[in-house]
């Protein structure tokens, strides 16, 4: 669960890496792509210009490089040739890369083309959430600290959290622990320690929190077919704070502490 100095070094290797890939993806004009051909394109990106490795592709039985979660699919969207990005869409793109033995996660909400203002706002408000909880991480802090601060912002602009999925230990594995909910209670849970890296990964629904996963056994969809938006990144535990390892080269970490 705590990585060494070494291993943190190789693991900011991974998360400029990973960076990168979304910066790459900035640039594109998604509209009138299909899910399947951005897939493409972010293997390519990473097998070859990166020589990295996506770790998504192959695990846990997933044929591919990244999750394309569309307007009120929550999470696990699965490319497909078929499914086409349109203007006005939202799209949560959630990547993965491993080099050199360690894992990178992270994913952005994409507004593509003429976005609705209710669909800006709750990107805006769910990007938002992942920073307030970015924003309790250091030494002596609790898991607890990070799910209240992201709830709490998210329900005080009306939106809901989604419970059944949650933030995750990274580092030679994908998924390891600590659990790091999107909802809880300060100073419950576990105790953070410096060299702790996990991911924040909340997602924000428009209308209720329920949801529901469809018949491929992995795209997860909101039970009222209303808009969900996603944001993550991947953390360390630093001696006095917090280190976004994936952080992009465009972004001001909107970090805010409690007292």
């Given amino acids: 669960m705590v990585k060494t100095p070494d291993e943190l070094a190789l693991m900011r290797v991974s998360g400029k890496l990973l960076a990168s890939v979304f910066e790459m993806l900035d640039g ?143 580092g030679r594995e994908m998924h390891e622990e600590p659990q790091v909910l999107n909802y809880g209670r300060p100073g419950t849970g576990l105790k953070l320690r410096e060299g702790m890296v996990f991911t924040i990964e909340p997602m924000v629904n428009q209308g209720t929190r329920k949801v529901t996963t469809a018949r491929d056994g992995w795209t997860v969809v909101t039970n009222d077919r209303k808009l969900s938006a996603q944001f993550e990144h991947t953390v360390a535990v630093t001696g006095n704070g917090v280190e976004v390892l994936t952080l992009r080269r465009d972004e001001t970490p909107m970090l805010e502490r409690r007292g």
């Fill in 28 to 170: 594109l004009d998604l509209t009138g792509m299909s899910t399947m051909q951005v897939n493409d394109l972010v293997d390519r990106f990473i097998s070859v210009d990166l020589a990295a490795r996506p770790a998504s592709k192959g695990q846990y039985g997933f044929q591919y490089v990244l999750n394309c979660s569309i307007n009120h699919v929550v999470c696990h969207g699965v490319p497909d040739p078929d499914d086409i990005i349109r203007d006005g869409d939202i799209i949560n793109l959630d990547i993965t890369l491993e080099k050199n033995g360690f894992i990178a996660d992270s994913s952005k909400t994409y507004l593509v083309g003429d976005v609705p203002p209710a669909a800006r706002r709750l990107a805006r408000v769910a990007q938002e959430a992942m920073w307030k909880g970015i924003g309790q991480v250091r030494p002596g802090a609790y898991l607890g600290d990070i799910g209240f601060a992201i709830e709490r912002h998210a329900k005080k602009n009306g939106y809901s959290v989604v419970r059944e999925y949650c933030g995750h230990g990274i």
